[in-house]
């Protein structure tokens, strides 16, 4: 099977811009969820979507969103962007039933300057 | 009480020697303990978990150690080798709930 997917890999914005990053997830994964690496913070938790509802969410303001389609491909979409979003951005999916055991993707590396 | 304390925040060995990177919990709710391995510009990768109920667990040369009533866990290397040079998460979950990941230890194995 192929692994998750992100695209794009690396993306470059400027404060106030908004932004759109793609995940697909392993064939026959329903689970998707989306965290920020920075160097200073770790990894933090965003979202996760099953079934193409949100389940959990973590303690990012609103500007930060996120959805998932009916073929388990998900968006996250960050408005207004700051800084301070300039962050490596990960998407795992995970196809058990207790969501675990999580696979992820190679990130999607976001620049805002 | 989701957080997840990890250390240290770096070390170094030499190539055969024993890693050893500590994790430390709060919330007793939580039921599945996986470690990632992250090299640069790769996602993490799941490289072993374990569940309360079992003190150690052992795949190759990764060991996990566990022990409930001190809430901590501890993964261990032997025989390091330059190959598993990397970044190393801890993390927790409680059934129904987010993964949260401790803060990173990262590996470098000298040869």
């Known amino acids: 099977k192929a692994g998750v997917t992100q695209t794009p890999r690396y993306l470059i914005k400027t404060r106030g811009q908004q932004v759109t990053l793609s995940c697909s997830p392993i064939?026959?994964?329903?689970?998707v969820s989306w965290y920020q690496q920075t160097p200073g913070q770790g990894l933090q938790f965003l979202f996760e979507y099953f079934s193409e509802t949100q389940r959990n969410k973590g303690n990012f303001p609103g500007r930060f969103s996120g959805r998932q389609f009916s073929n388990s491909r998900s968006e996250m979409n960050v408005s207004t962007l700051e800084l301070g979003d300039s962050a490596l951005y990960l998407c795992?999916?995970?196809?058990?039933?207790?969501?675990?055991?999580?696979?992820f993707g190679p990130g999607t590396r976001l620049l805002v300057l | 009480q989701q957080q997840v304390k990890q250390s240290p925040q770096s070390l170094i060995v030499q190539k055969g020697g024993i890693s050893i990177i500590n994790c430390a919990y709060e919330?007793?709710?939580?039921?599945?303990f996986p470690w990632y391995q992250q090299f640069p510009g790769k996602g993490p990768a799941l490289l072993i978990a374990i569940r309360p109920d079992v003190s150690e667990k052992k795949e190759g040369r990764f060991t996990i150690s566990f022990n409930k009533s001190a809430k901590q866990f501890s993964l261990h290397i032997m025989d390091s080798q330059p190959g598993d040079s990397a970044t190393y998460f801890c993390a927790a979950k409680a059934a129904g709930n987010k993964l949260t990941f401790g803060g990173g230890t990262r590996v470098l194995v000298k040869p």
């Open positions: 064939s026959g994964h329903r689970s």
């Open positions: 919330n007793t709710a939580f039921d599945y």
């Open positions: 795992a999916s995970s196809g058990d039933s207790t969501q675990e055991t999580q696979y």
